[in-house]
T-cell receptor
Framework: SQQGEEDPQALSIQEGENATMNCSYKTSINNLQWYRQNSGRGLVHLIL?????REKHSGRLRVTLDTSKKSSSLLITASRAADTASYFC?????????????FGTGTQLKVEL | GAGVSQTPSNKVTEKGKYVELRCDPISGHTALYWYRQSLGQGPEFLIYFQGTGAADDSGLPNDRFFAVRPEGSVSTLKIQRTERGDSAVYLC?????????????FGPGTRLTVT
């Protein structure tokens, strides 16, 4: 079963604009990760944020985590056409262990020239 | 270096047939995970191995699904008596261990179509 929801389900922006995607989850977590999936390709890891962290940056990516609200956001700044992909958040639950990931339903991002 | 590889990339089979899907993880990665992704959904966990043993198979939908990793490297996901509902992309991932957090590296997937 899916851990939670991503919002919005689809997002279309112009190149150069910022894109923000949100993720909500249900159970207590050890960490939360964001992955990108291009059409017909495998998943690529973008960034990992631990449950005791509130914000993390990597290049044009900024991730926030609010464990009290069980939510996270991914901000992509100065978007490019190559950022067009589906984006998934994935959580590693406190119970169960083993780093098995529970994914959200994904946000489809389209960046237009 | 080489990433996670999966074979075949596509598999079409008839309902009721048996299929095997192979995953070759990154060398040195002790943890190996199988996920299944249906169209328009996020991947769903099936099973993971730490070394040769299946540490958690709670995601396997029923006893038609089985996976092995006999030498702690390559893994095979086996599906008996396939049903149309088994059609999906089967993803394999590997990581350095299961006591991380460790990034999981995903393969390109095997697209299974049951007709």
């Amino acid at each position: 079963s899916q851990q939670g929801e991503e919002d919005p389900q689809a997002l279309s922006i112009q190149e150069g604009e910022n894109a923000t995607m949100n993720c909500s989850y249900k159970t207590s977590i050890n960490n939360l990760q964001w992955y990108r999936q291009n059409s017909g390709r495998g998943l690529v890891h973008l960034i990992l944020i631990r449950s005791n962290e509130r914000e993390k940056h990597s290049g044009r990516l900024r991730v926030t985590l609010d464990t009290s609200k069980k939510s996270s956001s991914l901000l992509i700044t100065a978007s490019r056409a190559a950022d067009t992909a589906s984006y998934f958040c994935a959580t590693d639950a406190v119970t169960g262990g083993g780093n098995k990931l529970t994914f959200g339903t994904g946000t489809q991002l389209k960046v237009e020239l | 270096g080489a990433g996670v590889s999966q074979t075949p990339s596509n598999k079409v089979t008839e309902k009721g047939k048996y299929v095997e899907l192979r995953c070759d993880p990154i060398s040195g990665h002790t943890a190996l995970y199988w996920y299944r992704q249906s169209l328009g959904q996020g991947p769903e966990f099936l099973i993971y191995f730490q070394g040769t043993g299946a540490a958690d198979d709670s995601g396997l939908p029923n006893d038609r699904f089985f996976a092995v990793r006999p030498e702690g490297s390559v893994s095979t996901l086996k599906i008996q008596r396939t049903e149309r509902g088994d059609s999906a992309v089967y993803l394999c991932a590997s990581s350095l261990g299961d006591r991380g957090p460790y990034e999981q590296y995903f393969g390109p997937g095997t697209r299974l179509t049951v007709t």
